[in-house]
């Protein structure tokens, strides 16, 4: 398990997670794979549309079902719309499906970043990335012999 940093291309180990190089034979893994939508506000707006609901209602069933995901949010600039933006996204998800704060992350990009995902992105000032990464569930913990 790592923790990735978007701004290289290597991820980071963290020194309290450990790697496991077996898994037991007790031991079952539940993958979830990632998701990933964007979704775009008109100009200067934070008001979610009915489009934008059917997006954001997907990945609140998702999160609803598997409590082991998490979402992160990210935006581009960082001006006050995108606060806004961010947030009607976010509580959006945690009114609708009662998603606990400690599941949504809020991310600002950095300039390096954004610069890069210009590259791609014709309307990258209105676009919202949705993403819920990978995750890997281990049902069993063999230091404490249970699942």
């Given at each position: 398990?790592?923790?990735h940093s978007?701004s290289?291309?290597n991820p980071i180990s963290?020194p309290?997670v450990?790697?496991?190089?077996?898994?037991?034979?007790?031991?079952?893994?539940?993958?979830f794979p990632?998701?990933y939508?964007?979704?775009?506000?008109e100009?200067?707006?934070?008001?979610?549309?009915?489009?934008?609901k059917?997006?954001?209602?997907?990945?609140g069933?998702?999160?609803d079902?598997?409590?082991e995901?998490?979402?992160v949010i990210?935006?581009?600039?960082s001006?006050?719309?995108?606060?806004?933006?961010?947030?009607?996204v976010?509580?959006y998800?945690?009114?609708?499906?009662r998603?606990?704060q400690?599941r949504?992350q809020?991310?600002?990009?950095?300039?390096?970043?954004?610069?890069?995902?210009?590259q791609?992105e014709?309307?990258w000032?209105n676009?919202?990335?949705l993403?819920?990464p990978k995750t890997?569930i281990v049902?069993?913990?063999?230091?404490l012999?249970?699942y």
């Amino acid at each position: 398990m790592a923790i990735h940093s978007f701004s290289q291309t290597n991820p980071i180990s963290h020194p309290l997670v450990t790697e496991l190089n077996y898994y037991p034979e007790q031991g079952m893994l539940v993958a979830f794979p990632t998701h990933y939508d964007v979704i775009y506000f008109e100009n200067n707006s934070s008001q979610l549309t009915i489009n934008m609901k059917t997006i954001l209602n997907s990945i609140g069933y998702l999160l609803d079902t598997y409590k082991e995901t998490y979402l992160v949010i990210t935006l581009h600039t960082s001006d006050d719309l995108a606060y806004d933006r961010l947030y009607s996204v976010a509580d959006y998800i945690a009114m609708q499906f009662r998603i606990e704060q400690e599941r949504i992350q809020i991310m600002l990009t950095s300039q390096e970043e954004t610069k890069h995902y210009k590259q791609y992105e014709k309307n990258w000032k209105n676009s919202t990335e949705l993403i819920m990464p990978k995750t890997i569930i281990v049902t069993y913990d063999p230091e404490l012999g249970m699942y």
